[in-house]
Protein backbone atom coordinates (compact mmCIF):
# COMPACT_ATOMS: atom_id res chain seq x y z
CA UNK A 1 0.00 0.00 0.00
CA UNK A 2 1.61 3.44 -0.88
CA UNK A 3 1.21 6.64 1.38
CA UNK A 4 2.37 9.57 2.04
CA UNK A 5 3.50 10.10 5.88
CA UNK A 6 3.68 13.66 7.05
CA UNK A 7 5.25 15.00 10.35
CA UNK A 8 6.77 18.22 11.95
CA UNK A 9 3.30 19.67 12.55
CA UNK A 10 3.11 21.37 16.23
CA UNK A 11 1.97 24.99 18.31
CA UNK A 12 4.51 28.09 17.68
CA UNK A 13 4.89 31.49 18.06
CA UNK A 14 3.85 33.96 15.64
CA UNK A 15 7.17 34.81 14.17
CA UNK A 16 8.45 31.30 14.58
CA UNK A 17 9.47 28.67 11.86
CA UNK A 18 8.48 25.14 11.30
CA UNK A 19 9.48 22.23 8.94
CA UNK A 20 6.52 20.06 8.08
CA UNK A 21 7.91 16.67 6.07
CA UNK A 22 6.06 14.12 3.77
CA UNK A 23 7.77 10.90 2.80
CA UNK A 24 6.16 8.60 0.27
CA UNK A 25 6.12 5.28 1.98
CA UNK A 26 5.47 1.33 0.50
CA UNK A 27 5.51 0.45 -3.17
CA UNK A 28 7.78 2.67 -5.47
CA UNK A 29 5.82 5.07 -7.38
CA UNK A 30 7.40 7.90 -9.47
CA UNK A 31 5.24 10.78 -8.38
CA UNK A 32 5.70 13.41 -11.02
CA UNK A 33 4.53 16.53 -8.35
CA UNK A 34 4.08 16.85 -4.94
CA UNK A 35 2.59 19.33 -2.82
CA UNK A 36 1.14 20.68 0.60
CA UNK A 37 -2.25 21.94 0.82
CA UNK A 38 -3.83 23.02 4.08
CA UNK A 39 -7.79 23.63 5.33
CA UNK A 40 -8.89 25.43 8.28
CA UNK A 41 -12.24 23.59 9.60
CA UNK A 42 -15.26 25.44 7.36
CA UNK A 43 -13.39 26.85 4.69
CA UNK A 44 -12.27 25.56 1.19
CA UNK A 45 -8.73 24.03 1.06
CA UNK A 46 -6.37 25.93 0.00
CA UNK A 47 -2.84 25.16 -2.03
CA UNK A 48 0.03 26.50 -0.60
CA UNK A 49 3.11 24.99 -2.50
CA UNK A 50 4.20 22.25 -5.18
CA UNK A 51 7.36 20.77 -6.41
CA UNK A 52 8.52 19.08 -9.50
CA UNK A 53 9.68 15.51 -9.42
CA UNK A 54 13.49 16.73 -8.87
CA UNK A 55 12.32 20.08 -7.35
CA UNK A 56 13.87 22.20 -9.98
CA UNK A 57 10.36 23.80 -10.41
CA UNK A 58 8.40 25.37 -7.75
CA UNK A 59 4.80 26.50 -7.28
CA UNK A 60 3.28 28.52 -4.81
CA UNK A 61 0.24 30.32 -3.16
CA UNK A 62 1.47 33.94 -4.63
CA UNK A 63 0.99 35.24 -1.09
CA UNK A 64 2.92 32.81 0.58
CA UNK A 65 5.70 32.55 -1.19
CA UNK A 66 8.73 34.25 0.27
CA UNK A 67 7.69 32.39 3.85
CA UNK A 68 7.39 29.71 2.85
CA UNK A 69 9.61 27.12 0.92
CA UNK A 70 8.99 23.95 -0.46
CA UNK A 71 11.77 21.06 -1.33
CA UNK A 72 12.25 18.21 -2.64
CA UNK A 73 15.02 16.12 -4.36
CA UNK A 74 13.86 12.86 -6.01
CA UNK A 75 10.74 10.59 -6.62
CA UNK A 76 11.34 8.67 -3.05
CA UNK A 77 12.91 11.12 -1.50
CA UNK A 78 10.78 13.31 1.01
CA UNK A 79 9.37 16.54 0.35
CA UNK A 80 9.49 19.19 2.69
CA UNK A 81 7.94 22.68 3.59
CA UNK A 82 9.88 25.01 5.07
CA UNK A 83 7.77 28.00 6.97
CA UNK A 84 8.87 30.93 8.18
CA UNK A 85 7.51 34.45 10.08
CA UNK A 86 4.53 32.43 10.58
CA UNK A 87 0.98 34.56 11.40
CA UNK A 88 -1.79 33.06 13.26
CA UNK A 89 -3.62 33.09 9.78
CA UNK A 90 -1.22 30.29 8.58
CA UNK A 91 -3.12 28.04 11.54
CA UNK A 92 -4.30 24.88 9.92
CA UNK A 93 -4.32 21.30 9.10
CA UNK A 94 -1.50 20.91 6.19
CA UNK A 95 -1.70 17.82 3.99
CA UNK A 96 0.51 16.57 1.36
CA UNK A 97 -0.41 15.36 -1.24
CA UNK A 98 1.19 13.70 -4.85
CA UNK A 99 -0.08 12.88 -8.68
CA UNK A 100 0.99 10.59 -10.72
CA UNK A 101 0.64 13.05 -13.71
CA UNK A 102 3.86 14.38 -16.26
CA UNK A 103 1.47 17.51 -17.01
CA UNK A 104 2.39 20.37 -15.24
CA UNK A 105 -1.50 21.51 -15.76
CA UNK A 106 -3.85 22.25 -12.56
CA UNK A 107 -1.05 22.34 -10.08
CA UNK A 108 -3.34 24.29 -7.40
CA UNK A 109 -6.43 21.99 -7.53
CA UNK A 110 -6.58 19.66 -5.46
CA UNK A 111 -8.53 17.45 -7.68
CA UNK A 112 -5.53 16.81 -9.98
CA UNK A 113 -3.70 14.57 -7.34
CA UNK A 114 -4.04 10.94 -6.58
CA UNK A 115 -3.20 10.38 -2.96
CA UNK A 116 -2.92 12.16 0.30
CA UNK A 117 -1.41 11.97 3.46
CA UNK A 118 -3.37 12.24 6.86
CA UNK A 119 -2.58 15.77 7.56
CA UNK A 120 -0.64 17.34 9.87
CA UNK A 121 -1.90 19.76 12.70
CA UNK A 122 -0.07 23.32 12.67
CA UNK A 123 -1.20 26.14 15.14
CA UNK A 124 -0.07 29.93 15.34
CA UNK A 125 -0.46 31.78 18.52
CA UNK A 126 -0.10 35.57 18.70
Known amino acids: QVQLVESGGGSVQAGGSLRLSCAPS????????MAWFRQVPGQEREFVAAASLSGVTKWYEDSLEGRFTISRDGAENPVFLQMNSLKPEDTAVYYC???????????????????WGQGTQVTVSS
Open 26 to 33: GRSVRWYV
Open 97 to 115: AARASAYYSGIKDGGQYDL
